[in-house]
């Protein structure tokens, strides 16, 4: 993807057949071989008549695998955990009734700026233009509805229905989902994959992206403003945020913290990429939700530096962070603005935090006062013989689970709080969903995450209500021999929003989770199930799932009362109450 010297092979003729199957010279081949370059090892499909054709294509690329999902939806989701721990994932759906489907997960990829090559398998190409009425459509003769929907969500599309220009269309595509870490839209004429054309007569070379370079002038201007801010200042503080990410900054991150000595703090939405074990780490910054003594160091300090921060509605608790805008840095992948002064654009954050490294006084004021202030918490409440386990000790347990070789995803709902107040080992991963929220997330991110972090064993937390709207794909999670272990916490309900505005609604029909995840097993590949009540259930099913069932899928059903929820919840959920039900302004 990135090197100019793996350069492609030897040219091959483009005189193949003109309908071979998986030959070379084709669009087929060309963008299988494209998706490989680029890391995507795995393409999460589902079939239609439009893509079948192009399917064969990606079956018949020895280094790609595809990976048949039970849904659209939750092929987009797995896209979307695959390009968390791949840096870049793909989906392949068919012509609208696949593409309306996957929509939504690749909403949530947009919001959570994460690069998905979304394929569809579109109309024949003689069928463009000619007033005829289509099947998977909705009866009128215009073919754009699906492309008009994906425009919102995706940062490019292309729709390929002549080969003249489906080379350029397709690198076009990919090479900015890559720049711009977002999604993208490739429609593929369902009669074009196996047809030779000269474009596509030799091995793809790989791309060369440019390394963006800041602006000289600009870096140093804002570096100098930046400094001068800090310098002057008592007890700053720094504050990563999800948007590190798309930065590529984890590692200047870390030079900056390592040089300046404030105390690190964390969005919610960026757990997992600042090192939790560096020993400035002073816990997750949620306002009113903090980490314990975190929230009062951050807002007491007299500058904050938030690298890469995403301030929505969610993460200032109903929009209540007691931050001042007259304090504070905000460094953007692309951009950096100081207090209410000025702003700079072209800078790109890795060049600003290694720059910024270089000029800061050291300062660990306000990490000393946080030592200071800081009491451990506490221990949980002795509890009673055969008492129904209780959602703190389950998280105590998982807290013990954690090492350098898993990973967490945390689903949307209380598992975001509980999840938070985990402590992550040195490599160990975290993903969770909080910009776009969507439940149900978490399954279909979890096969994607597994299949593209093999060195890792996940663990995840999902709700009940959230695990009933996407359950099928723990079937394709034991076709791929994955070893996850996923903790259904059934509570009888959509806790999450019982805090936000209770109503009946929020009320589900229980399942035989484990029954229903054994049906799907059906004897076929590994799998273990077990239901846990009580502290001595969970010890022993943890025991066993990572002993006797380490090479299984583990789906452990936790039971615990509808109204365990953790205290960050409750007060979460009434600020978000109150955020959404303000009156509205007067006229």
Known sequence: MEGNNAIGSTAQSASVPANSPCGAGTLGRHLARRLVQIGVKDVFSVPGDFNLTLLDHLIAESELNLIGCCNELNAGYAADGYARAKGVGACVVTFTVGGLSVLNAIAG?????????????????????????????????????????????TCSQAVVNNLDDAHELIDTAISTALKESKPVYISIGCNLPGIAHPTFAREPVPFYLAPKVSNQLGLEAAVEAAAEFLNKSVKPVIVGGPKVRVGKAQKAFVE????????????????????EHHPSFIGTYWGAVSSSF??????????????????NDYSSVG????????????????????????????????????????KLKKNSTALENHHRIYVPPGVALKREKDELLRVNILFKHIQEMLSGNTAVIAETGDSWFNCQKLNLPENCG?????????IGWSVGATLGYAQA??????????????????????????????????????????????EIHD?????????????????????????????VKTEEDLTEAIATATSTHKDSLCFIEVFVHKDDTSKELLEWGSRVSAANSRPPNPQ
């Open 319 to 358: 929009y209540s962070l007691l931050i001042k805008k007259e304090k504070l840095i905000v460094v953007e992948p692309h951009r950096v603005t100081i207090g209410n002064g000025p702003s700079f654009g072209w800078v790109f954050m890795t060049d600003f935090l290694s720059a910024l490294a270089k």
């Open 503 to 531: 109503g009946p609604y929020n009320v589900i029909k229980n399942w035989d989770y484990t029954g229903l995840v054994n049906a799907i097993h059906n004897g076929e590949g590994k799998c273990w199930t077990a239901k």
């Open 109 to 153: 990829a947009y919001s959570e700026n994460l690069p998905v090559i979304c394929i569809v398998g579109g109309p024949n190409s003689n069928d463009y233009g000619t007033n005829r009425i289509l099947h998977h459509t909705i009866g009128l003769p215009d073919f754009s509805q699906e492309l008009r929907c994906f425009q919102t969500v």
């Open 430 to 438: 975290f993903e969770f969903q909080m910009q776009y929220g969507s």
């Open 256 to 275: 900056l913290a390592d040089a300046c000595g404030y105390p690190l703090a964390v969005m919610p939405s960026g757990k997992g990429l600042v090192p």
């Open 453 to 498: 972090a093999k060195d890792k064993r996940i663990i995840a937390c999902i709700g009940d209500g959230s695990f009933q709207v996407t359950a099928q794909d723990i079937s394709t999670m034991i076709r791929c021999a994955q070893k996850n272990i996923i903790f259904l916490i059934n509570n009888g309900g959509y806790t999450i929003e019982v």
């Open 294 to 311: 975190c929230g009062e160091i951050v807002e007491s300090a007299d500058a904050y530096v938030f690298v890469g921060p995403i301030f």
